[in-house]
């Protein structure tokens, strides 16, 4: 079964940055996207951006140039380097990976709360 661990969330000044990771139990190269998601209270959940198994990163308008998408193969881990956080950046941060044989899977998030 495979399974996705968010961590990396807490509580963070605005003006300051936090670097999520989304750690698999298999080679994230057996999938061929993981995106990051989040969910505010009270909102929807929405998409942040993705990275394809070549590499290709995506991002959602509202977050370029503030967020990062990057992968260590030999941890199996993605990760999402979040800079300049915003109040409005409070949430919480998903994973998800999709696989060639239609597999997809969610983490169980990590809470992100920006807050002086």
């Known amino acids: 079964q495979v399974q996705l661990v968010e961590s990396g969330g807490g509580l963070v000044q605005p003006g300051g940055s936090l670097r999520l990771s989304c750690a698999a139990s298999?080679?994230?190269?057996?999938?061929?996207?993981v995106g990051w998601y989040r969910q505010a209270p009270g909102k929807q959940r929405e998409f942040i951006g993705s990275?394809?198994?070549?590499?290709?990163?995506g991002y959602a308008d509202s977050v370029k140039g503030r967020f990062t998408i990057s992968r260590d193969s030999a941890e199996n881990t993605v990760s999402l380097q979040i800079d300049s956080l915003r109040p409005e950046d409070t949430a919480d941060y998903y994973c998800?990976?999709?696989?060639?044989?239609?597999?997809?899977?969610w983490g169980q998030g990590t809470r992100v709360t920006v807050s002086s």
């Open positions: 298999t080679s994230i190269f057996s999938f061929n996207f």
């Open positions: 998800h990976a999709a696989n060639d044989e239609g597999g997809r899977y």
């Open positions: 990275i394809t198994r070549g590499g290709t990163t």
